[in-house]
Each structure stands twice: as C-alpha cells, then as structure tokens.
C-alpha cells in the first residue's frame, strides 16, 4: 500500500481539494482532509497556502506513512476521494446561423485555416472583431453549422451579455459559465479560479470541441479558456476593438455590394428588392455593407411604399447601426419606439413584457405586441421563453436619444418603475426561497406571492442577471436605497445557488453605498456578511475575513447582538475550512455567548416571539455541528461526538432533515476517525433515507465514506 500513498500523490490530492468544489461537500472533503493531515501530523497544520508548502506537507505526511498501519490505509481510501475523472458531454451546442447569411467566405476560410493548421505546440484560438452590426457572432455560428462534423465531441456557446449587461465579467465567471455549458453541476463547480481553469483542462483534454464566447471585451476574462490541447478550438468574438490575446486575429469587413444585394434578396425575396430597384442604391449606400442594418432595411422592403428613410446630419460621422435605428424609429409607431426607448435606459440583458409594462405604466398584455412588432423591425433580438435583447450598438442609441425626444421626468420615471417592479418581484422571491431567515425582508403586501421556496429560488435564479444589473442601475440613478433593497435579495442565490462569482461586484457596489449612506447599520452589516460569505465559498480568505470583521462591528454598533452572533460564528467558520481549528472553536464559543446574551436581554418580555424563540434554538443547535466539525478536525473526538450528539437531537425534534443529514454525515466521520466503524455506517444509512434523491453530491459522499469505513473496519 505503501508505494500508492506517495508524496507526489499526497501533494496532487491536497491541491486538489483546495481548489475543488466549493459545495457543502467539496468543504465536507477539505475538512476531511484536514482531519487527517492533523491525525497523521500530531499538530494543528494551517492549510498550505503554495506549491513550496504543499510539497513539504506531502513528504512530511509520506514519510510518516508504514505498510499495513491503519493511517496507511485511511490515506490510500482518502486519495481515493479525489474528484472523479472528468467527463464532457455536450451541452445546449449553438444557436441556430440565420437563414440569409451571405458570402463571408473569406472570412470562414481564415477561421478554418486555424482550426485544421498543423498544431506545432501552438493553441488553436482566433479572435473575431469588426464594427457593431457587421456580422461577428453571426459568422462563428456558421462557422459552427458548416463544421459540425469536426468537433462530435460538442459545440460550446457563451454570450456574456448572458451574465450582467454592460457590466465587465470576471474571469472565473466566464469559466463556470462555460462549465456549466458542459453539464458541469453547480455541486461540481469549483470554488476558485484556478480550480475552474484546471477542470476545464480536464474536461477537454483530448476532445475535438468548439468553445465560442461571444461578446468578450478584455484578454483576461478569455484567457484562461485557451486550449493546451490541440484537439479543442477556441473562437472569441469581441465586443468592439481587437485586445491582446494570443490568437489568430481575424477582421470582420463590410459586404461587397453584390453581397449585400444577396443578403437582401434572401431576407425580403427578389421579388420585393426588384420592386425596390430604383432605391436600392441609396439602400446600399447608407448600410455600408452593415449586416444589421441590411436585414433591417430588408424588412422594409416588405412594406409596398416604405416611407424613405431620414439621413444621419451631415455633420455627425457615418454610422449604419445608428442611421438605420433612426429609420426604423420613423416608420414603427410612436408607442413602440417610446416603449423601446425607455426600456433601453437600464441597459437590461434580458427585456420580457412585464420590464416593458413596468417602463410605460400598461399591462404585460398591451406591451407584448409592441415587443413582437420593435423585435420583427431589428430592434430586438428574441432570446426564446418571451424575452428579448437589444443589439449592443442599438440599445444605447435608443437609450442615448430617449431623453432629447421623450425628456428627462418621463425617463426618470420609466427607471424608477422598472426598478420598483424589480424589487418588488425579488423581495416576493427572496422571501419565498428563505421563509424563516431573518436576512430577507418580509414580503411585499402588494404583487403576487410565489408558491413555495422551490418557486422562490427558481425565479430569483431565472431573473439574475436583470436583478444584478438593477442595483448598478439603481446606483447610476441615485435610487440608494433601491439599490440596497436589491442587494439583500440577493442572499437566497448566495447561500442556496452558489451564484457568488457573480454576485460579488453587485454586493460590492451596495456594501460601498450602505457605508456612505447608513454606516455601521444592520443594513451594511447585511451587506458585508452576503460578501464574506461569497468571498469566503471562492476560497478568498483574507477578504472574506476582513468582510466578516466589518460586519461583525457594524452589527456590534448597531446594537444587533444577533446579527453580531451569526457574523461572528460565520467568522469561525472561515476559520474551520482553513484548518484553524482552535480559533474556530473559539469564534463559536463568543458566538454562542452572544445568542445566549440575546435571551437575558429579552428577559420575561412577555411579547417574545416564538418564532424568535425556535430561531434561536436553530442558531444554537448549528452551533454545536460547527463545533463539533472544529473538534473533529482538532483531533478532539470524544467532544466532538458530543457536541454532535446535541445537535442531531435538537434536529430529529424539529424534523429538519437537512441539517439532521448533515449531522449525521459530520457523526459518519467522527466516530469512523475514532475507529467505530459500524457506528458510522449506522449513521451513513440513516443520512441516506433522509436525503431526497437531488442531493446527488451529498448521496456521492456518503457512498464514499461507506467504501472508506468497510474497507478500515475489515
């Protein structure tokens, strides 16, 4: 056994579990480790922080190691935990490539030559770029169509409009974004950048796929997806000039004239450009072979006597998109382009009939012609499931003009509106995800409640990127506390669906206000513990310290005593997952005191709620898991059974299922550490018939726990 627990291997799984999952049992397994890095050690061991340490530590634990010593065993079971080989399987693949696509074969020819070129040690990327409307996303996708027989192992597509608007996305966001195109759990997303870039590598390696992220705008959001397999091909599309990415660089030009005169018969029929021969010139002129503004002038073409489109002034420099949003504003009618201007003002990523009613004051009903009629004349893009999506270029011009021809009070009122329904749906849904947490607001008296929690988390996660983009947008226009509001609502999708990557710049744009306009606040409070806790699942953990620290003072000044116990216990926690066990057990300690100091303060008020009363029950009880995990990671396993013990009851009394499995599983480990094995898989079989069958990642663990306690116990 000895020769298969190698420091090398040692090392390879330790690096491994910190950048691995950053679910509730990717932490489950890095405390694991941590226990058994003290056990083997016979020290408290703080997590090594690089390659140098790790490798000590893996020479250190594998010169500990004999042949047929029970810790022998345990280490070659453990190595055996590591995260299962990847596998890729192809996600949603593209979007269909339009009808009407015309010539480009250039372009394709230059895309091909790189996809197919001898490898000779260099990543196969190309990097397509070309002035708004020309036609970029438009030729990957059928670069994607034509070559489909190349990449059977998958065709990938990102569009990072998709994650937040006009905001930058981050690297790691791209990635699991990506990973998650590849059917890549939010159980098995990992926790850090690194982690994601290095499962990416794995899932690919070897694999004929084409990855396409549309609407980059920077080198580093893409770089960590360029391939070092020469199997896989990469295609960035960017969002506007050309960046500095190695890649092969290739330029979008205009459509030559006989070009752009296909395009239009394709997408209006001959028989309607031979109609419209005598303005064809005029037609071709001001598209300047645009794609965009082409297919928006084919549609025009339809019409028997198209009013002539107005010219740009002669002073402004030439512009297709912007000469042919002008013209399609003049022929659509005026409730349609003021109900598109207006909507344009919050630079939405996602535009649905309820965001056009909240903009114009009307029903979903009375606007969703309109966004059928502004979506058929090339002002939006319809994205499926009744949304719609301006083209970049297009939304700001509608958005630049929408004061100049509507005025200011009418566009202050639209933002406002939107920005009230928004919150008004979010706070509904936040509420309906976390009935009984007191870091939600109630929900609203007015607009419908969803159904449940599962009803609540859905609509939150299927509204993200809208509701992320209003709190920037809230900000612009000065709405604070608006801005504040939303950010709270955000905590169901920071604790239960792992959105923390790309929740992070929102929070960190409210946490910034709520210190200017409400310092040392239950509201900034709020708003640095939501960023610890993202900070701290990414494996950040000074920020997420420094963050949880704030929060900690300013529930301490505000004179929340029990938001002071959860931020300090969530202290403890970031403590636990990096191997500081005694700390953490102290931060619970202090955390407990604080809950308990909660009870004499109410003293016999007659008034206590209890509600108050079972939550603080809860607190206490979650306690004890915590600092029974602290112990059990210290080694201290006797206090560690107990602590344990007093948390599965309070539990099993209340029928929570989800904590009681946890417990169970925390026990599972425990008493198989102190070698009472059939104990622990006692404990593993109840936490089974506990857990529905989603917990995939929960039922996996427990599996593999069972595997380690058989196999010691024999």
Request: glycine share 8%; hydrophobic share 40%; aromatic share 6%.
């Amino acid at each position: 056994m000895i020769e298969v627990v190698t420091a090398s291997a040692v090392t390879a799984f330790v690096t491994a579990v910190l950048n691995g999952a950053a679910g509730e049992m990717g932490k489950q397994l890095l405390l694991s480790t941590q226990a058994q890095i003290v056990r083997t050690l016979g020290r408290p061991t703080p997590l090594p922080a690089s390659g140098p340490e790790l490798d000590m530590v893996g020479r250190e634990i594998s010169s500990r190691l004999e042949p047929d010593q029970r810790l022998t065993r345990e280490w070659a079971l453990l190595l055996g935990s590591a995260p299962v080989a990847a596998t890729l399987t192809p996600g949603a693949g593209m979007p269909p490539s339009p009808r009407d696509f015309t010539d480009r074969v250039a372009v394709l020819r230059q895309l091909k030559r790189e996809a197919t070129r001898p490898a000779k040690g260099r990543s196969r990327v190309a990097l397509l770029w070309g002035p708004p409307g020309i036609g970029r996303r438009v030729i990957a996708l059928q670069f994607a169509s034509e070559n489909a027989g190349l990449y059977p192992d998958g065709q990938f597509y990102v569009d990072l409009r998709d994650v937040a608007g006009d905001q930058a996305v981050e690297p790691v966001v791209v990635l699991q974004r990506v990973l998650r195109e590849m059917n890549v759990g939010p159980d098995d997303l990992p926790a850090t950048e690194l982690g994601c870039q290095d499962l990416y590598r794995r899932l690919t390696n070897g694999r004929r796929a084409l990855v396409v992220i549309n609407h980059a705008t920077t080198a580093a959001q893409v770089r960590p997806l360029v391939p070092n397999t020469p199997e896989l091909f990469l295609v960035v599309v960017a969002s506007g000039p050309p960046f500095a990415l190695d890649a092969e660089r290739i330029e979008v030009p205009p459509l030559k004239d006989r070009d752009a005169k296909a395009l239009l018969k394709k997408a209006a029929g001959a028989e309607n450009v031979a109609r419209a021969k005598a303005r064809l010139p005029g037609i071709l002129e001001r598209c300047e072979g645009n794609g965009y503004a082409l297919r928006a002038a084919a549609v025009r073409l339809f019409d028997a006597e198209p009013p002539e489109p107005l010219s740009e002034p002669r002073s402004l420099p030439s512009d297709p998109v912007r000469g042919t949003v002008r013209a399609v504003c003049a022929r659509l009618p005026s409730p349609t382009v003021r109900m598109c201007r207006l909507v344009a003002l919050g630079g939405w990523p996602v535009v649905t009939a309820e965001l056009a009613a909240w903009a114009v004051a009307a029903s979903p009903e009375d606007v969703a012609p309109m966004l059928a009629e502004a979506a058929e004349a090339e002002l939006l893009q319809p994205l499926g499931d009744g949304g719609y999506r301006f083209p970049p270029e297009v939304g700001r011009y509608l958005a630049d003009t929408a004061g100049a021809e509507l005025g200011a009070p009418a566009c202050s009122a639209a933002v406002s509106q939107m920005l009230t329904g928004l919150l008004n749906r979010a706070e509904h849904a936040a509420h309906a995800a976390l009935p009984q947490s007191w870091r939600v607001a109630e929900a609203p008296e007015r607009g419908e409640p969803y159904a449940g929690e599962a009803e609540g988390l859905a609509a939150l996660v299927a509204g993200r990127v809208n509701l992320l983009r209003a709190i920037f947008v809230a900000e612009d226009y000065q709405h604070i506390e608006t801005c504040l509001r939303l950010a709270r609502t955000l905590w169901p999708l920071v604790l239960k669906a792992g959105y923390w990557a790309e929740a992070l710049p929102a929070l960190q744009v409210a946490a910034r206000r709520a210190d200017e306009r409400h310092p040392e606040s239950e509201t900034s409070a709020a708003l640095h513990f939501q960023l610890a806790h993202c900070l701290g699942q990414l494996r950040r953990w000074d920020e997420a310290e420094r963050e949880a620290g704030t929060a900690v003072a300013h529930e301490r000044a505000a004179g929340h005593l029990f938001g002071e116990a959860s931020c300090v216990e969530y202290l403890g926690l970031l403590h636990l997952y990096q191997s500081k066990g005694p700390e953490a057990a102290q931060r619970f300690a202090e955390a407990g005191a604080l809950y308990r100091r909660t009870v004499d303060d109410r003293g016999d008020d007659a008034g206590a709620d209890a509600g108050e009363d079972r939550q603080l029950r809860r607190a206490l009880a979650l306690l004890e898991r915590h600092t029974g995990r602290a112990l059990w990671v210290n080694g201290e396993l006797a206090e560690s059974r107990r602590h344990l013990g007093v948390a599965r009851a309070h539990f099993e009394r209340e029928g929570e299922d989800y904590n009681l499995a946890r417990t169970l599983t925390d026990l599972a480990e425990t008493t198989h550490t102190m070698g009472r094995d059939r104990e622990a898989l006692d404990h593993i079989a109840e936490a089974e018939r506990l857990l529905p069958a989603s917990a995939s990642a929960h039922r996996r663990y427990l599996t593999d726990l069972r595997r380690r306690c058989e196999a010691t116990s024999r």
